[in-house]
């Protein structure tokens, strides 16, 4: 499954950088949203943890995952066009 553009600006963020704490990605990306922005960042952190992107190495401190190289932006189930 593609990356939404959120997690993509956040893996190309991390890039090149050992760790990368929730503080300093919220504190990068709080223009997102007009309020709770730890929250809602925090939600796409955790998604990206599920999704193998990201790898959580302790609370709130984050590096990137083994699948973060090889999400591709091709649909999975090409029968999911004809859907629309």
Do not use: C
């Amino acid at each position: 499954m593609a990356l939404s553009k959120k997690q993509a600006e956040i893996v190309a963020f991390m890039r090149g950088k050992e760790s990368v704490t929730k503080k300093e990605i919220v504190a990068e990306f709080n223009h997102w949203h007009y309020t709770n922005e730890a929250f809602h960042i925090g939600n796409i952190l955790s998604n990206m943890v599920n999704r193998g992107v990201l790898k959580r190495i302790k609370k709130g401190v984050f590096i990137i995952g083994n699948n973060s190289a090889n999400t591709d932006l091709s649909l999975n189930n090409p029968d999911q066009i004809n859907l629309f």
